[in-house]
């Protein structure tokens, strides 16, 4: 297998990078589209008519539906082609990342990616996350190429609800477990492409990131404050978990979280759920013991859920449900060394909520 690595091909980091946005892409079209969450378009608007105010380029707004399904694909994709957009934006959380993306891969456009919440690592990935207009999970959509301009404003970040950076490191959380199975087992990508020692570079360091600089970020975050710590895991969520992610591949831990998606009663975010997975697939690998209470007291540290029922899953039979889902063909849990079923699944999921009701 070849190796492979892809990112973005530029990426801005910073307090008010917002109000340099028309620089950084004014190569790419006359014409954008900016498909915007409610939130998003509330914290980005402003600063974007700013960059753009001596300028001769055309710029939309408009506010998408809130999953990122084909229908809400379809739509925007109709606007792109009526208003005759040279570049597709994304504003906003993951679902309104994913949508931007996939209408840009559609209509055959270059887009840029502007998240406003730190909740995944949507921004950087070469793929989007496709679901069913019921919110239940769909299918990955992989393309051939990764962002072509992802802009962060770090001050538009620090002012979001702290839960969005935690799920944040809750998604960044899988990307070296992932990525390390998937290196072992001499399993592809995200990308289809061998693994890269850059690659795996990336992921260690976005959990010794997480490590050294997750609570500090968290506490100077709720306070609105924007330190090097924030910074860092801004950086560590948005680009190094997805372009790690992209490069290193996934296994358990993301299987996990569209399990769950099964689950109506489900409350907690993407990344909340991955960093569970993450605990999961840790007691599937048999390692050391160490390295799961250090990834416990880690999730413990920032506030990551623990438990079921800190995910909204009061009825534990239930959870057969999201282990078959999670075991379907396809999904990257058969990137493990020896095939999970979801007995073996569900009776770690199981565990990991045991282990930590023993540790209260």
């Not at 892409?25 to 402003?46: H, M, N, P, Q, Y």
């Not at 995200?190 to 010794?208: F, Q």
């Not at 992610?245 to 998606?261: E, P």
Request: hydrophobic share 40%; charged share 20%; with cysteine.
């Amino acid at each position: 297998m070849l190796k492979l690595m892809r990112a973005p091909a530029k990426y801005v980091q910073g307090e008010d990078a917002l109000l340099e946005l028309r620089q950084n892409v004014e190569d790419l079209g006359k014409s954008f589209l900016f498909i915007c969450s409610g939130s998003g378009r509330k914290a980005t608007e402003d600063k974007i008519r700013r960059s753009f105010a001596s300028s001769e380029a055309q710029i939309y707004f408009e506010t998408f539906g809130g999953i990122s399904s084909r229908g809400e694909i379809e739509k925007m994709g109709h606007l792109v082609q009526e208003k005759g957009i040279d570049v597709v934006c994304g504003v906003g959380g993951g679902s309104a990342i994913d949508t931007a993306k996939a209408t840009a891969y559609y209509q055959h456009k270059p887009v840029v990616i502007i998240p406003t919440v730190c909740a995944t690592d949507a921004p950087c990935t070469g793929l989007s996350v496709i679901y069913q207009d019921d919110g239940t999970f769909d299918s990955y959509l992989f393309y051939p190429r990764n962002p072509d301009v992802v802009v962060v404003d770090t001050s538009i970040i620090a002012k979001a609800p702290i839960r969005f950076l935690v799920s944040g490191m809750g998604d960044a959380l899988g990307t070296f477990f992932e990525a390390r199975v998937c290196e072992r087992n001499h399993a592809p990508s995200l990308e289809n492409g061998g693994i890269t020692r850059s690659a795996m570079a990336l992921c260690r360091l976005c959990w010794d990131t997480l490590q050294d600089k997750g609570l500090l970020a968290k506490v100077d975050a709720q306070q609105g404050l924007l330190t090097p710590a924030v910074e860092a895991i801004v950086e560590a969520n948005t680009y190094l978990s997805g372009v790690g992610a992209d490069n290193g591949g996934l296994a358990v831990a993301h299987s996990v979280y569209n399990g769950f998606t099964a689950l109506e009663e489900l409350t907690a975010m993407h990344g909340e759920v991955v960093a569970y997975g993450t605990l999961a697939q840790l007691l599937l690998e048999d390692g050391p013991t160490e390295e799961f209470w250090q990834v416990h007291r880690f999730c413990r540290s920032v506030g990551l859920p623990v438990t079921l029922e800190e995910m909204g899953i009061t009825d534990k039979s239930r959870v057969i449900i999201a282990a078959e889902k999670a075991c379907a063909p396809g999904e990257s849990i058969h990137n493990m060394a020896w095939e999970i079923s979801p007995k073996n699944l569900e009776q770690a999921l199981l565990s990991v909520d045991a282990l930590s009701a023993q540790q209260k």
